[in-house]
């Protein structure tokens, strides 16, 4: 069982819609959480973190953590093409271990 | 301010050839952290450094990989003996650690390619 898994995808969704992209985890010691994007040929840029239980809004982004289903997930609200990109899990575990687990993302493309 | 940068953003080498990445940190950020990230795959971890002790190299995939950290500043990724397995992008990651916060930001990576 991989530590961190995202469905691959492609995810496609329309212009306007909401995106959904999921993740689980392996790790019940697992203490954070991390969204990142990925454009092609790029690095990967950080746009959500979430610590605690529940939702966690940021402009049209929502990070949604639930520790005792060891799943986390990122909502995309009005969908824009900019959007279309590679979106990482990442978590980090107990304290102690500072790296980050990667899942190997959700490849999205947000049709005009 | 200025983020994370690394140097070269791209390097050719050839096979048996050593290589040296250098990473320079958003200044202020205590911890750093090297990945690798194979074309189409996820982000490997390799090695993460709190000041300039490496308290975790369990990453490294092999005694070819070493890396070194001046301070709190610039850290350098040395690859000896390089392999064809070894092209790959290399991302560097700083993150400030206050108490409980680790959001890492990653440099835009080296482009390493052995021929």
């Known amino acids: 069982q991989k530590e961190v898994e995202q469905n691959s995808g492609p995810l496609s969704v329309p212009e306007g819609a909401i995106a959904s992209l999921n993740c689980t985890y392996s790790d019940r010691g697992s203490q954070s959480f991390f969204w990142y994007r990925q454009y092609s040929g790029k690095s990967p840029e950080l746009i959500m973190s979430i610590y605690s239980n529940g939702d966690k809004e940021d402009g049209r982004f929502t990070a949604q953590l639930n520790k005792a289903s060891q799943y986390v997930s990122l909502l995309i609200r009005d969908s824009q093409p900019s959007d279309s990109a590679t979106y990482l899990c990442?978590?980090?575990?107990?304290?102690?271990?500072?790296?980050?687990?990667f899942g190997t993302g959700t490849r999205l493309t947000i049709i005009p | 301010g200025a983020g994370v940068s690394q140097s070269p953003s791209n390097k050719v080498t050839e096979k048996g050839k050593d290589v040296e990445l250098r990473c320079d940190p958003i200044?202020?950020?205590?911890?750093l952290y090297w990945y690798r990230q194979r074309l189409g795959q996820g982000l490997e971890f390799l090695i993460y450094f709190q000041g300039n002790s490496a308290p975790d190299k369990s990453g490294l995939p092999s005694d070819r990989f070493s890396a070194e950290r001046t301070g709190e500043s610039v850290s350098t990724l040395t690859i000896q003996r390089t392999q064809q397995e070894d092209s790959a992008v290399y991302l560097c990651a700083s993150s400030l650690r206050p108490e409980w916060r680790f959001e890492q930001y990653f440099g835009p990576g080296t482009r390493l390619t052995v021929t």
């Open positions: 200044s202020g950020h205590t911890a």
């Open positions: 990442a978590v980090k575990s107990n304290f102690g271990n500072e790296k980050l687990t």
